[in-house]
């Protein structure tokens, strides 16, 4: 007996569709037409989006040409990882400085966690941080074992060699997921491409934070969703360790649990299951959620810290900050001081929701719209993922003249000379994955349905997330991996579509399956 009945999984996926279009278009024309629009944390070469986005697709029909003429060398493939790897340390070596933020109070205190100085502990920032716990912790375990191999002092580069080991990984896996979903050697080969210039070109792994320690969880969970086995057995031990990546992944990085969210959703409303093997799945989710949620809280509540539970922020308050005009949605110093003035927390929410209120109400419908648009730019039109935007972001540069760290310094730095080529280049493919995204509306659902039809709730449950609550266009870089790959499927559903015309006679093979080069 099936669970549901086909009638649901079908308007389910035809509502889907519509809701990811409707938002992933109107982002799109949002991005490509904000030059008329001032917003807090805009890029200032944003303004030329549709030169990026003409330049960013020429480049990728060169790239296409130029790759259906090589052939790989399947050897040197395998060894790219490693290369990639051990050349990114070279580049992290070169430029990594401590920032003032939250990644400094994070690792100020998984110091002292590890040279077990509880006294020092900043148990205000915890008690309104505690998802911040978990991650300060696993930090904690990284510093002692830097210093049991003898490299006490270079523990912050010790975290970013690990944080650089989860790029690389993240890569593997955009890789792999694509191959499996495409069937297509190039289009897998592209996908690879997408990875190394947004994310292993980024910045973001020196910096000691979740975002970067958090990348691989979305992708992770992806990745185990489409290796389906055909052992019964090994599909249910991969459904438990699909949970666990979730609960592991929402304790480092909250909104990292969307993904989990929408294979909820699929399995409920769109897949087709038996109703005793839907009960034994629920069964062991449950059981799994409850200890691995069980061995989270455990660390935590072990760790050493004294926390306040009147003193923690909650949703409301973000919520709250959300809808400031300041920052159009971002970080407001206001927001947080005057959340944090009110001791209790019943209090503190009544007041935040009130404020909240207030301010749609100032907003009226019109109004509310315009700060939405400009929430919406906040987030998506910086292929940067709003680098170098958090407090004093170069809080202390380490000394160092060689030429990389010259180079790399002015690529990546506030002051660098070349900035505006590491803008150009990650904006022009950001805008470019976001066409490439709308192409999947196209797919042929019959075909690995569920995985598609997931991958557009997990970006419309990204866009409802950002644009609720604060505004941070760096919560995008821990779904990056997602926007790839779809945007990789997207590529291959315009070629099935488009691949009859005499114009694209030269690209014919890339919206088949079973290519292999």
Request: a positive charge.
């Amino acid at each position: 007996m099936l669970y549901k009945i086909d009638f649901i999984s079908k308007w389910t996926t035809y509502f889907l569709k519509f809701l990811f279009f409707s938002i992933y278009f109107t982002v799109l024309l949002l991005c490509l037409f904000s030059f008329r629009i001032d917003y807090a944390y805009k890029l200032g070469i944003s303004d030329y989006n549709l030169i990026w986005l003409t330049f960013g697709m020429l480049s990728l029909i060169l790239v296409i040409l130029v790759l259906k003429n090589i052939k790989i060398n399947k050897k040197l493939f395998k060894l790219l990882p490693l290369i990639l790897f051990l050349l990114q340390l070279v580049l992290l070596s070169s430029y990594f400085f401590i920032t003032n933020w939250d990644a400094l109070e994070i690792f100020n205190n998984a110091v002292e966690l590890a040279n077990k100085n509880f006294s020092n502990l900043n148990n205000d920032y915890y008690s309104m941080y505690p998802n911040n716990i978990f991650i300060t912790v696993i930090y904690s375990k990284l510093i002692e074992w830097a210093t049991f191999f003898g490299y006490s002092e270079d523990s912050l580069f010790f975290i970013l060699s690990i944080q650089s080991v989860i790029n690389v990984i993240t890569g593997i896996l955009i890789y792999t997921v694509t191959k499996k979903i495409t069937q297509n050697q190039m289009l897998s080969c592209i996908a690879y491409l997408f990875y190394i210039i947004l994310l292993w070109f980024s910045p973001w792994t020196s910096i000691p934070y979740s975002d970067s320690f958090g990348l691989f969880f979305p992708i992770l969970m992806l990745y185990l969703y489409v290796m389906e086995s055909s052992n019964v057995f090994l599909n249910y031990l991969r459904v438990a360790f699909i949970v666990f990546v979730s609960i592991i992944g929402y304790a480092i990085k909250p909104h990292s649990i969307i993904l989990a969210i929408g294979l909820v959703i699929i399995t409920l409303f769109v897949k087709n299951i038996k109703f005793s093997k839907l009960l034994l799945t629920i069964g062991i989710v449950v059981v799994t959620a409850f200890c691995t949620r069980l061995f989270v809280t455990s660390v935590n509540n072990n760790a050493g810290f004294s926390l306040n539970p009147e003193a923690g922020m909650t949703y409301h308050h973000f919520f709250k900050m959300g809808l400031n005009t300041v920052t159009d949605g971002g970080y407001s110093a206001k927001d947080f001081y005057e959340s944090t003035g009110i001791n209790n927390k019943n209090e503190r929410q009544k007041n935040d929701i009130a404020i909240a209120k207030e301010r749609i109400r100032v907003f009226g419908g019109w109004g509310l719209v315009k700060h939405q648009i400009k929430k919406t730019l906040n987030n998506f039109n910086d292929g940067t993922f709003a680098w170098g935007r958090e407090g004093s972001f170069f809080f202390e540069i380490f000394e160092n003249d060689s030429f990389i760290a010259m180079l790399t310094r002015n690529l990546y730095y506030d002051t660098g000379q070349y900035r505006y080529i590491f803008e150009g280049i990650t904006q022009t493919l950001w805008i470019v994955i976001l066409m490439l995204i709308l192409g999947t509306v196209f797919y042929n659902t019959s075909e690995n349905k569920e995985v598609v039809i997931l991958l557009w709730i997990t970006l419309i449950g990204v866009f409802l997330f950002e644009s609720l609550f604060e505004s941070r266009a760096r919560y995008i870089y821990t779904y990056s991996p997602i926007f790839i790959v779809l945007s990789v499927i997207g590529l291959q559903t315009i070629f099935q579509k488009l691949d009859k015309l005499p114009l694209l006679m030269k690209f014919r093979g890339l919206g088949e399956k079973n290519e292999q080069k």
